[in-house]
């Protein structure tokens, strides 16, 4: 059977038409591969499934959940560990029609029971530990009509994924869903606020898959090794093998390195995509081992600010053929923009170290962005007079077609973060920038990080922390606020590097002094004259890199110890 390639364009559209697409060009290529365990002699023995064996186990997984009841517009909580599993429920559920929803389980059990309450999921499909809360915190899941335990019950009765696959016919005719209907529900991480549902219809995810193979030539014969499990579902749909990484994808900090590259080397992977904290170790760990990833044509770093610093330690580890590139966008946008690590190297780095923000690139066509002045409460609809000139620091907004519309059934957060434009609308990021004379965005941390003074002095934390991360025994630094805007303080935390921490009053002193002789020197910083040193920043639990200045900003002001 011929398949037509999926058009996100076109009226009817549904994001699952891709597996059985590449299914029918390339039957026998690796989908998903996945490190099972080890053999006598410490070897990783790996599991796989081919296009045409995922497409038929998912045909399966469809079938036996639409005769469930788990169907179109079924709003489905997926809590599943990355896996075969996953990736064949996730195209199950876009192939019903039903509505996956993701969060991420790292933001802790209460957020998360806070998202399951305020989105209302009529159908559950989880490892037994989910199923287990579901039991005791029968509150939170109330809603819930249709459960499915991904391996076995424990003291609850009901259906599992082996007898929904069993009950299973293959092949399964894909829902018809329109490309503007509801495809999934994924979660913001919470960093940055409260999380939010963001609502992805199936035009969405298909003009994210289209772009992310232009920005980044992706061809068909690649392997992928994801560090982030959303990522696994686009490399099925651009036809790549995905390589499972044996890793805790809510503790991406805590990575090991050497198995992240054992999965690289053992499978020959192309493409990897993750945090900076996972790439940290990684770099590391493979110069000093002096290991070379000969395979890898490019590497994916996103999630957080990206340093020049670390760009240039993980191009170390790569064969001179490959870049690194630092995608820049969110949840609700991506990939907004994109810039290879050679051009931030020579261009955005070194002003990068003297406070000009981090250069972030151009938007991946057809997606625009704009700066417009900052303001705190709804922006009702776009005008001119809010719009800022090049050179002018303000917030970033953004449209596209990868851009979502809505927060699911949360009103006020759509308000807050959507403006109207014409018959179309403009998403905000929430994040501060501006776009220089030759058309590059530059980001300079989150807008509700600024710090307003009484004298009328705004400080952006990307910016000022960039001067006093020039220190060599700073790992990294973070502006907070002491005080409420517009009559705040100024704060600078530091957390030096391994080793460096001051054990007395006068190696406290002795830094202290060394990062004024260097603040001091910029008109940016010459006013801060607070530093407080901290042991290990509070950061965000997607990608254990997002600095949570809220936190430090209660710090500063003493309403926490």
């Known amino acids: 059977m011929n398949f037509e390639k999926p058009d996100y364009r076109n009226e009817k559209f549904n994001i699952a038409s891709y597996l059985p697409y590449m299914a029918d060009l390339m039957p026998h290529k690796r989908a998903v591969i996945f490190p099972a365990?080890?053999?006598?002699?410490?070897?990783v023995a790996y599991t796989h499934l081919t296009f045409?064996?995922?497409?038929?186990?998912?045909?399966r997984y469809a079938d036996g959940l639409n005769k469930y009841g788990i169907g179109k517009g079924v709003k489905t909580l997926l809590m599943v560990r990355p896996s075969l599993e996953f990736i064949a429920l996730a195209f199950a559920l876009f192939k019903t029609g039903a509505v996956p929803i993701l969060i991420d389980p790292g933001m802790g059990i209460f957020n998360v029971l806070k998202c399951v309450a305020g989105v209302g999921p009529e159908a559950v499909i989880a490892v037994p530990e989910v199923h287990a809360a579901k039991s005791i915190l029968r509150w939170y899941f109330k809603s819930v009509k249709y459960s499915v335990t991904v391996g076995k019950n424990w003291f609850w009765r009901g259906l599992t994924l082996d007898k929904i696959k069993r009950h299973g016919r293959a092949p399964f005719e894909c829902a018809e869903t329109l490309a503007k209907d509801p495809a999934a529900i994924l979660f913001t991480s919470g960093s940055t606020g409260p999380a939010k549902g963001v609502l992805y219809e199936h035009r969405m995810?298909?003009?994210?898959?289209?772009?992310?193979?232009?920005?980044?030539?992706?061809?068909?014969?690649?392997?992928?090794?994801?560090?982030?499990?959303?990522?696994?579902?686009?490399?099925?749909?651009?036809?790549m093998s995905c390589v499972i990484p044996d890793m805790d994808p809510t503790r991406p900090a805590q990575v090991d390195p050497s198995k992240i590259v054992e999965g690289i080397l053992n499978q020959g992977v192309t493409n990897t995509f993750g945090s900076p904290a996972i790439w940290n170790r990684v770099a590391d760990y493979c110069n000093e081992k002096n290991i070379k990833l000969n395979s890898i044509k490019r590497i994916l770093i996103a999630g957080a600010p990206v340093s020049g610093e670390l760009i240039g330690r993980v191009k170390k580890m790569l064969p001179e053929t490959a870049d690194v590139h630092t995608p820049y966008g969110a949840t609700e946008s991506l990939p907004l923009c994109n810039i290879c690590g050679n051009d931030i190297l020579k261009k955005g780095w070194p002003e990068t170290k003297k406070g000009a923000g981090i250069l972030v690139g151009r938007p991946v066509k057809p997606n625009a962005v704009k700066i417009i002045k900052i303001i705190d409460g709804p922006v009702e609809k776009l005008d001119e007079s809010i719009i800022l000139k090049p050179g002018e620091i303000g917030e970033i907004i953004a449209s596209g077609p990868i851009v979502t519309k809505e927060y699911f059934c949360n009103p006020k957060a759509t308000a807050a973060a959507k403006i109207k434009d014409g018959n179309g609308f403009w998403h905000r990021m929430g994040d501060a920038g501006y776009i220089d004379e030759a058309g590059d965005l530059w980001f300079c941390g989150r807008k509700d990080h600024r710090v307003e003074t009484a004298e009328g002095r705004v400080y952006f934390s990307v910016k000022c922390e960039a001067v006093f991360n020039n220190h060599p025994d700073v790992f990294r630094s973070a502006l907070a606020g002491q005080g409420k805007r517009p009559r705040q303080t100024p704060v600078i935390f530091i957390e030096p590097r391994p080793g460096k921490f001051p054990q007395n009053e006068t190696q406290k002193e002795r830094f202290i002094k060394e990062l004024f002789e260097i603040s001091k020197k910029s008109e940016l910083t010459a006013a801060?004259?607070?530093?407080?040193?901290?042991?290990?920043?509070?950061?965000?639990?997607?990608?254990?890199?997002k600095i949570f200045r809220e936190k430090l900003s209660d710090i500063a002001s003493g309403s926490a110890l």
């Open 37 to 43: 365990g080890r053999d006598k002699a410490g070897r």
């Open 52 to 59: 045409s064996q995922l497409n038929e186990e998912c045909d």
């Open 205 to 239: 995810f298909g003009a994210q898959v289209e772009l992310l193979k232009e920005a980044y030539k992706f061809e068909e014969n690649e392997t992928e090794l994801p560090g982030f499990p959303l990522f696994a579902l686009f490399n099925v749909a651009l036809g």
């Open 528 to 545: 801060i004259d607070r530093i407080l040193f901290i042991e290990k920043m509070p950061v965000d639990v997607r990608h254990n890199a």
